[in-house]
């Protein structure tokens, strides 16, 4: 039996050299070749006639070679053109330099061929064609041709070539890992029949067999894994926090009055904070939604009923935003707030730290620096994650390990389409802020062509400024490092002051400035001593400058649309009409596509849904981003069905089997287990 571990090196036909270019498509071991799954199937099943053909279709034909020709219009350009023709009519074969197959043909002899058809009035051209001769079994044309996911060296025929191969080994044998009653239930081919027919397609209905196998199989394993590994599912024992009149006096000492948004999901976090069970809930409210108010009043909540809350922010400036708004809203009814940031010193630290424990602290803010080992609470009851789409997954348990069952929240204004969060928090209950407190005005985003960025700076910026507004003005984004993206953002400011506004005050911010540096460039901001704020995505969480009306974005292509949505609430936030400028330099369809996107509508949630819907959820699958697997053929919009299906079924698995101890399910642990190999890690390391 062929062991599916195997190195592909020492499979049958394939050698160290290919072997190499098999290690760049990540495949290294016989097991990740099978698994390398086509990307489509090109349907070259569809046997034609000439006289059917129609223009820029492709198609399969089956025709009689009547002769051959070469002709070269002009140096290193030969063409072959082949006439062929069946008993409806005419066509020509067209090849670009590749003389040699002016040999290959034979007049009289019928081959099959498959290729792209040009057709203007009744001439028929073929390009791109495969050609063969009569078999019975053909390899090229006849068929529905898996087209694989590719790298430069390697062609869609190697591939093919290879796990064909393999699949011939009689001794190949791909066990069952799927527990029997699950393929009843849901009737579900063996993974041998799906695997075999995705590679190599008998039939349009046997593919559609074996792809519903795998979408199923590939989101039964996220869930499960999920649930395995997030520990949320487990009901467990919680803190039952007594109502309290003091948060009614809270809630009438704010400015305004609660959105109805906001207050369902207030009246949901605290029904789940009295009663019994831990509290494991998402918030998820676009920018501006007015999150942090619901979370202000969750920990006041928390403490008036004894216990210590915290509240984790991705930034130091988002930190102490958050440590200076509650400060303001909660001292007055004697609860104390402490900041705990990197750049704090020593002293300060050791202080933080020592009332902490000592629960001279009622509630702690903080960044990263909270999960810190040193940090000890005396007694957490509630947890908070602000824009927790910042934090690994793993964090978040991290920081709720410091008390015993406390309450957990998090809050995110990454609005992720529901499909997708249901996924990914699929062990969370979710609240949705979706209003926006009365009085916005709507940001009015305009897309505009490279060539017109003079005119934004040159009318539009000084307009603001000589209103007495403030103008964020963004860099482009800069993946490879935070140093380049540094260096980007000093020179647009050094070209800004030089080319358009040497009268005007200039600010930089960037992420490779000292916390105290930028906090500092914050203040200036908030204080108007800033007209203008050059940034790096730095600014995209959470800071508020209700004065800043205008937005330029630089290179706005290179952005997600969920992320321009977050920089573009830094405006909009007070009660002057805002604007936010895109500026792009492709001319792509998919740019335009996505610009008119931002352009016309300011909700998060549809703007993340369309983003998914054009970049596809490849992107969010990313082990770097969230830790979990890859989904090769299933597609949360394509198989939402499915997805639900398999949903459910994970929730009853484990609802009888908690940590998949039973015997039926031991397979498809091993399964999990390694799938989910790089979260495991990640857990280990945390
Ligand atoms: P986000 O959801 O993006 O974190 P914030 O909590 O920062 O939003 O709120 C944005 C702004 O809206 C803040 O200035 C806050 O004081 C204000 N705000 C929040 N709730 C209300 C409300 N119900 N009515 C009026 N203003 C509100
Ligand atoms: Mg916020």
């Given at each position: ?25 990540n ?79 034979k ?27 009569l ?50 239930k849901y ?80 009246n ?96 702690l ?6 999960i ?99 103008v ?26 030089l080319?358009?506004?040497s ?28 007209d ?21 974005i ?12 977050q920089l ?11 604007y ?22 300011n ?69 999990i287990?390694?799938?989910?190999e ?8 945390n």
């Amino acid at each position: 039996m062929l062991d599916l571990n195997k190195d592909i090196q020492y499979v049958k036909g394939i050698g160290p050299k290919r072997a190499e270019k098999l290690n760049k498509l990540n495949i290294f071991t016989l097991k990740d070749l099978l698994y390398y799954f086509p990307r489509q199937f090109e349907d070259r099943n569809n046997l034609k006639k000439i006289i059917q053909l129609e223009n820029e279709e492709k198609a399969t034909i089956k025709v009689v070679i009547v002769g051959v020709s070469t002709s070269s219009p002009r140096k290193g350009l030969s063409i072959t053109k082949v006439d062929v023709r069946d008993e409806t009519g005419y066509a020509k074969l067209v090849f670009f330099n590749q003389q040699y197959v002016k040999n290959a043909f034979k007049p009289g002899d019928t081959i099959l061929v498959f290729g792209k058809v040009k057709k203007e009035f009744k001439k028929i051209e073929i390009s791109s064609c495969e050609v063969e001769y009569l078999t019975n079994s053909p390899k090229n044309t006849c068929k529905i041709m898996p087209i694989y996911p590719l790298t430069y060296g390697v062609s869609n025929k190697d591939i093919i070539g290879i796990i064909k191969n393999v699949l011939s080994d009689e001794s190949l044998v791909i066990k069952e890992y799927m527990p029997k009653h699950i393929i009843d239930k849901y009737k579900l081919c063996s993974i041998d029949y799906a695997i075999r027919n995705l590679h190599n397609p008998i039939s349009k209905e046997s593919l559609k067999i074996a792809l519903y196998r795998i979408v199923f199989e590939e989101f039964l394993i996220l869930q499960l894994g999920l649930f395995l590994f997030k520990n949320g599912v487990e009901e467990s024992d919680g803190i039952k926090f007594e109502e309290n009149k003091k948060l009614d006096d809270v809630l009438t000492s704010l400015p305004f009055k609660l959105t109805k948004a906001q207050n369902r999901a207030l009246n949901e976090i605290i029904e789940d904070m009295q009663c019994n069970k831990a509290m494991n809930r998402l918030v998820q409210g676009d920018v501006g939604s007015g999150k942090t108010v619901v979370a202000l009043l969750s920990l006041a909540h928390c403490v008036f009923n004894g216990f210590q809350g915290a509240l984790m922010a991705p930034t130091e400036i988002l930190a102490e935003q958050h440590y200076i708004s509650l400060t303001e809203t909660l001292k007055p009814f004697g609860i104390n707030i402490e900041l705990l940031v990197g750049s704090l010193t020593k002293k300060q630290k050791e202080s933080v730290l020592e009332k902490t424990k000592n629960k001279e602290v009622d509630i702690l803010i903080g960044t990263h620096a909270l999960i810190e080992d040193k940090v000890e609470f005396n007694n957490l009851g509630l947890v908070i994650t602000d824009e927790q789409h910042r934090f690994g997954v793993r964090q978040r348990s991290k920081l709720s390990e410091k008390g015993e069952n406390p309450d957990i929240l998090v809050m995110t204004a990454t609005p992720i389409p529901r499909t997708l969060a249901l996924i990914l928090y699929g062990d969370l209950d979710i609240s949705i802020i979706d209003e926006l407190p009365p009085g916005r005005q709507p940001i009015e985003t305009i897309a505009i062509d490279k060539s017109k960025r003079d005119r934004a700076y040159n009318s539009l910026v000084r307009k603001e400024v000589e209103k007495g507004r403030q103008v964020y003005i963004v860099c482009p984004l800069v993946e490879e490092s935070e140093a380049i993206e540094a260096k980007a953002a000093v020179d647009l400011v050094e070209e800004l002051k030089l080319e358009y506004f040497s009268d005007l005050k200039v600010g930089l911010l960037h992420g490779k400035m000292k916390p105290s540096e930028k906090d500092l460039i914050m203040k200036s901001f908030k204080n108007r001593e800033i007209d203008i704020l050059v940034s790096t995505t730095v600014i995209e969480v959470g800071v508020n400058v209700p004065n800043a009306t205008l937005m330029i974005i630089e290179n706005a292509e290179r952005f997600g649309l969920a992320q321009l949505h977050q920089l573009r609430g830094r405006v909009g936030r007070g009660s002057h009409k805002s604007y936010c400028i895109l500026i792009y330099a492709s001319k792509s369809e998919v740019c335009k596509q996505r610009m008119s996107i931002m352009e016309e509508t300011n909700d998060g949630f549809k703007i993340s849904e369309k983003d998914l819907e054009i970049r596809g959820p490849g992107e969010f699958f990313g082990t770097r981003q969230h830790g979990l697997p890859e989904l090769k053929v299933a597609n949360i919009f394509k198989h939402m069905k499915i997805l639900k299906l398999a949903q459910q079924e994970a929730r009853y698995i484990v609802s009888e089997d908690r940590k998949l101890q039973n015997y039926e399910n031991q397979l498809i642990k091993k399964e999990i287990m390694n799938k989910f190999e790089h979260s495991i890690k990640e857990i280990s390391l945390n």
